[in-house]
C-alpha cells in the first residue's frame, strides 16, 4: 500500500502526519448537532473542502479514521478495497493490516507511539462489535498508577482522537454537563499499560479513571501502527 500525496489541512505544521491535522480539525470544530455515532449512510465533511460548509460526520470508530485518511491522502474507495480487501474496513481488518504490516509500521513499545499512529483493539468472538480504532493525538505520557494496578507495569496516558458512543474519562469532549455522552467524534485519554522490562504493551483501558474495566492483550489485542508508503504500490484500476 503506497500513500498518494498528502493534502494538507489548514495551520498543518510538518511535525505530525497529514491524516492527524485532518482528524484534529474536524474534532475541533464540529457542532454537536453535526457529530452522530451511527452506522447508516457513513459521512466525514470539513468546512470548506468540496463545497461544504459546515463540519459534519456520521460514523464510526473505523469508518471515522478510514474517512480521514482518504480525505488525507486522495484515497479513493477502490484504494481502501484494494489494500483492506473492504471498502469500510472494521477494526479486526486494522488490527490484522497493522500485525501484517501492509501499510503500516507496528509500534512495538510505548516510548515509540507518536501523534498520527493508528491504535486496534480486537475483541473476542461473540462481542457486539468487532473492536475500536483510533487515532494517537500525542505520545504516550507516564502517569501515577491508580487502580487497576498490574504488577510489572507502568501506566501511561494516551490521547486519542475517534468515534464512540462513550467518552474517554472526565475530560473527554463529548462529556456533557450531566455526566452523560454525545455519541460521535471527540478527544479523550485512554490508559495503557507497558512491561517494565520491555517496554511493550500489554493492556489498557478505556479511560484514565479508577475503575475502568482493564483488558490484556490476551483478551483484547491492541496494537499501534504507523502509516507507511514503503508497501507495494496500489494497483492501477
Known amino acids: 500500500m503506497s500513500l498518494l500525496a498528502p493534502v494538507p489541512a489548514a495551520g498543518q505544521s510538518i511535525e505530525a502526519p497529514s491524516h492527524f491535522y485532518w482528524a484534529d ?16 449512510t457513513s459521512y466525514v465533511s470539513w468546512a470548506g473542502v468540496e463545497g461544504a460548509t459546515e463540519y459534519r460526520s456520521r460514523s464510526l470508530c473505523a469508518s471515522f479514521v478510514t ?19 473492504s471498502t469500510s474496513p472494521n477494526a479486526i481488518l486494522y488490527h490484522d493490516r497493522i500485525v501484517a504490516e501492509d501499510g503500516f509500521d507496528e509500534i512495538l513499545t510505548v ?6 499512529d493508528i491504535i486496534a483493539i480486537e475483541y473476542p468472538p461473540g462481542t457486539t462489535a468487532s473492536g475500536h480504532v483510533a487515532i494517537a493525538a500525542s505520545a504516550a505520557v507516564p502517569r501515577s498508577g491508580i487502580y487497576p494496578l498490574i504488577a510489572g507495569t507502568t501506566q501511561y496516558a494516551l490521547t486519542v482522537l475517534d468515534a464512540s458512543t462513550t467518552g474517554h474519562g472526565m475530560t473527554d469532549t463529548r462529556r456533557q ?44 489485542d491492541i496494537v499501534i501502527g504507523r502509516l507507511t508508503d514503503s508497501s507495494a504500490a496500489l494497483p492501477v484500476p
Open 25 to 40: 480539525t474536524l474534532v475541533a470544530h464540529i457542532a454537536p448537532e453535526n457529530n452522530e455515532y451511527g452506522s447508516g
Open 111 to 116: 516510548d515509540q507511539i507518536q501523534a498520527g
Open 67 to 85: 474517512h480521514v485518511i482518504k480525505r488525507a491522502y486522495g484515497l479513493s474507495t477502490y484504494d481502501i478495497a484494494a489494500w483492506f480487501g
Open 177 to 220: 454537563w450531566d455526566g452523560s455522552w454525545h455519541p460521535g467524534v471527540g478527544r479523550g485519554d485512554m490508559r495503557l499499560y507497558a512491561s517494565n522490562s520491555t517496554g511493550a504493551i500489554v493492556g489498557y483501558t478505556w479511560s484514565p479513571q479508577a475503575g475502568s474495566t482493564y483488558y490484556s492483550k490476551q483478551m483484547r
